[in-house]
């Protein structure tokens, strides 16, 4: 850091990390490398998996893009956390912090929305099933998913650069694993709650906007499916919706947690523990909901290792010869 005045000049951030305990250190890097390690091997086999012709339909190619998300969002902050485990030195420079905090304001706000986008996915295939195809055709859900990320682009833009032109002074350790709004908001030398009922207001716009479409979409999905004559019809169109639903409610129900809480800045540890569900346990999970509930899925896993089989006894065979 450069003093000047009262003001300090921040050249780079300390991330002090989930503890303090130089025991845990180890034990915590193990953990989550394991959890990293899963989540990409889980995302990147939902991702060769829709890629399967049987499943080259809207729902999978919203799935695809979720699991391209997912790999992304935790790739920001990861590996930056597994290495200060096993470092004492846990600084991040300055342009790295605002890198960071960009591309996971970025990666998360586009997550919001293609959830949305999903959601409408759903609601246009159970409640207007004989258009569906016409509907959601490609040209729609590639808009669905350029509009998210657009939408993802802006505000984390503007979010980023309204922290960054907040000046800085005193301490420049952050008390959290990755540079994030509440805690960077901390450090600076502004009128605290003005600022804060800023990022409150700002929050709400952003998680309440796709929030709302997704509940005004399974309104009308969940009114279709309870007047359907059979309750086999009944059970098929709520499946289709059930692994959706449970992701909505895992990434919302914590982001909302740390964000739509007038008083968060001031909760840091209590936000580490929610961000680290939406940061790593959902990412993780997302893989198993949507494979250990979907028929469709296992039948083109199956599938996937079929052909990697035959492929490695034609390549046997051919060594042989």
Known sequence: MISGGNLTTVTEFILLGLSSHHDLQVPLFSIYLSIYTITLMGNILIILITMDPALHTPMY???RILSFLEICYTSVTVPKMLVNFL???????????????YFLLFLGISECFLLAAMAYDRYVAICNPLRYRLIMNRRVCLFLTVLSWF??????????????????????????????????????CIDIPLYEMQLFTAAILVIF??????????????????????????????????SHL????????????????????HLLDTNKVLALIYTTITPTLNPFIY???????????????????????????????
């Open 61 to 63: 190619f919203f799935l």
């Open 87 to 101: 470092s004492d030195n846990r600084g991040i420079s300055y342009t790295g912090c605002v890198a960071q905090m």
């Open 151 to 188: 939408w993802g682009n802006v505000v984390s833009l503007v979010q980023t650069a309204w922290v960054f032109t907040l000046p800085f002074c005193g301490s420049n350790q952050i008390n959290y694993f990755f540079c994030d709004m509440p805690p960077l908001i901390k450090l600076s």
């Open 209 to 242: 906007t796709p929030f709302s479409l997704i509940v005004v979409s399974y309104t009308f999905i969940i009114s279709t499916i309870l007047k359907m004559a059979s309750a086999e019809g009944r059970h098929k169109a709520f499946s289709t919706c059930s």
């Open 246 to 265: 449970i992701v909505v409610t895992l990434y919302y129900r914590s982001c909302g947690l740390i964000y739509l809480r007038p008083k968060s800045i």
């Open 291 to 321: 494979s250990l509930r979907n028929k469709e899925v296992k039948e083109a896993l199956r599938r996937l290792f079929l052909v990697k089989k035959i492929t490695k006894v034609k390549l046997k065979l051919c060594g042989n010869l």
